[in-house]
């Protein structure tokens, strides 16, 4: 993912983290995943469930995480912005080569 100008890495990661998964994930294994620690991830995804973008549900001591559809929506968003804001090839000033025949 390339180094966002607009929007905070850490916690976008988390989101398309559960979003790529296709498993139950747990908040261990997105920090694992994405590169930021226990209580970071946490706390940001606490926010998101009172924002009603995931979900969690409660496995023993493990709490699994999942997107609500308006998360859904979120996380295919910033796909599209950061597919945006990656740089793109530069045209070539060069001339295609001819074919030979």
Do not use: W
Not at 39 to 49: E, Q, R
């Amino acid at each position: 993912m390339p180094g966002s100008l607009l929007l905070k890495d850490k916690q976008a990661k988390l989101l398309l983290a559960i979003n790529d998964s296709s498993q139950d994930i747990s908040i261990s294994s997105l920090a694992r995943a994405t590169g930021t620690t226990y209580v970071h991830a946490s706390t940001f995804l606490s926010s998101c469930d009172a924002r009603g973008i995931v979900k969690n549900e409660q496995h023993g001591k493990t709490k699994i995480y999942r997107l609500t559809d308006k998360g859904k929506k979120i996380a295919d968003h910033l796909s599209e912005i950061y597919a945006l804001m990656s740089p793109s090839p530069q045209p070539s000033n060069a001339p295609a080569p001819k074919a030979q025949t």
